[in-house]
């Protein structure tokens, strides 16, 4: 059974810091792993996917790596500004393309 | 091209009563999840309906039922509700073919809650 971590389960930083939210599974076994973004009682929203074959995606200020064989997968965030206080989601992909989502980031960026 | 659609967004139900969600998945999608967020943790895996099957199911008891019509559009059936299917229900489309390329794409959710 997949089991998906993630760490830390809250950060506060100051605006203009940059970070890394944490990500690691269980079972290497994946299609894909998407990052998504969660504001307070809001849908998800897909900031980065990255497929089994590929190392990293890059997307403006962000960046995701993946790390198949540890089951790892990191997100950088560059010169965080307020407006990126959110929950962080990590989700993997199995067989059945059902998804399995860590327990979330909350991020606060303070001005 | 539309985002993934789902109504209502909040609901008020008594424990007991039973409860339909709808989904209208994105344009070309032909893949429907669905998902359920307790508060402050992740998204859980409810099922998933592929060419108006059910494809695939989760840790969730059988008075969570769905269906999936020709237009690909979805409900989310709950009966006899109980007080800890209060969260957030979450839908999600994507294209088979493609979903590891592309992933999924999820609506913003309705709040359920059960008193």
């Known amino acids: 059974k997949q089991e998906v971590t993630q760490i830390p389960a809250a950060l506060s930083v100051p605006e203009g810091e940059n970070l890394v939210l944490n990500c690691s599974f269980t079972?290497?076994?994946?299609?894909?792993l998407q990052w998504f973004r969660q504001d307070p009682g809001k849908g998800l929203t897909s900031l980065l996917l990255?497929?089994?074959?590929?190392r990293e995606q890059t997307s403006g200020r962000l960046n995701a790596s993946l790390d198949k064989s540890s089951g790892r997968s990191t997100l950088y965030i560059a010169a965080s500004q307020p407006g990126d206080s959110a929950t962080y989601l990590c989700a993997v992909a199995n067989a059945g393309n059902m998804l399995t989502f860590g327990g979330g980031t909350r991020l606060m960026v303070k001005p | 091209e539309t985002g993934v659609t789902q109504s209502p967004t909040h609901l008020i139900k008594t424990r007991g009563q039973q409860v339909t969600l709808r989904c209208s998945s994105q344009s070309g999608h032909n893949t429907v999840s669905w998902y359920q967020q307790a508060l402050g943790q992740g998204p859980q895996f409810i099922f998933q309906?592929?060419?108006?099957?059910?494809?695939g199911r989760g840790n969730f008891p059988p008075r969570f039922s769905g269906l999936q019509f020709p237009n690909y559009s979805s409900e989310l059936n709950v009966n006899a509700l109980e007080l800890d299917d209060s969260a957030l229900y979450l839908c999600?489309?994507?294209?088979?073919?493609?979903?590891?390329?592309?992933?999924?794409?999820f609506g913003s959710g309705t709040r359920l809650t059960v008193v």
């Open positions: 079972d290497s076994a994946i299609y894909n």
């Open positions: 309906y592929y060419r108006e099957e059910e494809n």
């Open positions: 990255i497929q089994s074959s590929q």
């Open positions: 999600a489309s994507s294209l088979e073919q493609r979903m590891a390329s592309y992933g999924y794409t």
